[in-house]
């Protein structure tokens, strides 16, 4: 329903901050919660950020709050990640996903997201 494109991503060093964004094409894009989740070699996928559609509720998983703003802009079709203080274990490819309802499960559960970007890999040094 929707099609996603993350960017973004980059080398940035411990202390530093990035800012990933999610271009978004498809007419349901203002009707779909949107998510960031992120996933590193041989871990599981991560629930990062959630955001619904009118941007009225967001949730932050608790190793980001404090540190990562999610962000959408309608009129744009763009959702945006913006990472502060990072750290190497935020080293991961970060993945930008859409939802169009039904909610029952959650924001911050993955079934609740029909579509998925391809990632953008963001790497903390040490």
């Known amino acids: 329903q929707v099609q996603l494109v993350e960017s973004g991503g980059g080398l940035v060093q411990t202390g530093g901050s990035l800012r990933l964004s999610c271009a978004a094409s498809?007419?349901?894009?203002?009707?779909?919660?949107m998510a960031w989740s992120r996933q590193a070699p041989g871990k599981e996928r991560e629930f990062v950020a959630a955001?619904?559609?009118?941007?009225?509720?967001?949730y932050y998983a608790d190793s980001v709050k404090g540190r990562f703003t999610i962000s959408r802009d309608n009129a744009k079709n763009t959702v945006a990640l913006q990472m502060n203080s990072l750290k190497p274990e935020d080293t991961a490819v970060y993945y930008c996903?859409?939802?169009?309802?039904?909610?029952?499960?959650?924001?911050?559960?993955?079934?609740?997201?029909?579509?998925w970007g391809q990632g953008t890999q963001v790497t903390v040094s040490s």
């Open positions: 996903a859409a939802g169009v309802g039904p909610y029952l499960s959650g924001y911050t559960s993955r079934r609740t997201y029909n579509s």
């Open positions: 498809g007419r349901s894009f203002s009707s779909s919660a």
């Open positions: 955001i619904t559609r009118s941007g009225s509720n967001i």
